[in-house]
């Protein structure tokens, strides 16, 4: 095979749950990719991948990154360590997956994005809701002008509370419920409303022993003056949707954020004297962003647009730390 023809060859830095549930098995499915090798915290956990996954283990990401057989790294380490092993990887020459968030400020953003440029190398976050084709319809939708003009934007994404132990718990690490579930309505309001979004309040309830976020709510302006609620956290019971509500109608979409690749997703438009359901093809939205990765991979770096959203919703996340007002929980 040519370079072009031939399978785009993938090393795994990280032996996260994310990566063993979810993100290996469908590289593996995929022409695109081969799995060469894996690298963890411990050589044990790595040579147990490497085993599942049939790859080679590394005894670290050094050992990794020095591989000439790998062209792409995939980044899944705890969130505080991203952009260390993001940009360690993208100084090795390597094309960079990153797991959401790309870092845990705005400030690592631009670094890590202005690198990639630099070296002319794919760099993407692991934000794989943004290519289900349900958003592609629900913006289809509003561009027709179905909705009227809009006026509010909602969105939630709760899970329950998680065990004692999980890192997202673990401020240290880069836990905590804004960068793990609260990014995923930030980029829903930015997907919907388009760019320039900015605070205009928000509430962190944070845990008293060291102020790390469990939930919170906050309150965008979009440049048009649509106002966006938005709630996130690990105290609630599950929810992952959003609606958009216009002066004629209000869409919402019932599985917004982490449908399985089998769902098939739900949207649901409410007129005053109609309710329209409609019901599209089931995709797999981590295999949609994996091609899409491979195509930047291959055209070196590709489209320059996801780092500007990438470093535009953690200069939110920056303004929603300083300015929200926070609610101590014992």
Request: aromatic share 6%; with cysteine; hydrophobic share 45%.
């Amino acid at each position: 095979m040519t370079p072009s023809e031939r399978p785009l060859r993938l090393g795994a830095f990280g032996t996260s749950s994310i990566a063993w549930r979810r993100v290996l098995p469908t590289v593996t499915r995929m022409p695109q990719w081969d799995l060469v090798a894996v690298a963890g915290r411990t050589a044990k956990k790595a040579a147990q991948f490497a085993e599942h996954f049939r790859c080679a283990a590394e005894d670290d990401a050094e050992a990794l990154l020095e591989r000439t057989d790998i062209d792409a790294v995939y980044v899944s380490t705890p969130t505080a360590l991203h952009r260390t092993w993001a940009e360690r990887a993208l100084r090795a020459g390597k094309h960079v997956l990153v797991e959401k968030p790309i870092g845990t400020t705005a400030a690592e953003a631009r670094s890590l994005c202005a690198l990639a440029a630099e070296r002319r190398l794919a760099l993407r976050e692991n934000f794989m809701f943004l290519h289900h084709p349900q958003h592609v319809r629900a913006r289809e939708m509003v561009a027709d002008g179905r909705l009227g003009r809009p006026a509010s934007f909602r969105a939630a994404f709760c899970i329950p509370p998680l065990p004692d132990d999980d890192i997202r718990y673990d401020a240290r690490l880069g836990g905590g419920a804004l960068l793990d579930v609260g990014v995923y309505p930030l980029r829903a309001a930015a997907l919907l409303l388009g760019p320039g979004l900015e605070p205009a309040g928000a509430t962190l309830r944070t845990r008293a022993s060291d102020g790390l976020e469990l939930s919170g709510q906050v309150l965008l302006v979009s440049p048009s003056g649509v106002l966006a609620e938005l709630a996130f956290g690990f105290e609630h019971a599950y929810a992952s949707t959003y609606t958009l509500v216009g002066d004629r109608a209000r869409l919402t979409v019932t599985r917004a954020f982490t449908p399985p690749p089998a769902h098939q997703p739900l949207l649901v438009l409410e007129e005053q004297d109609r309710e329209e359901r409609l019901t599209l093809p089931a995709a797999d939205q981590l295999m949609l962003l994996l091609e899409e990765f491979a195509d930047a991979v291959r055209t070196g770096g590709g489209s320059a647009e996801p780092h500007s959203e990438s470093v535009a919703m953690m200069e939110l996340v920056d303004t929603i730390r300083t300015t929200a007002r926070r609610v101590e929980v014992r």
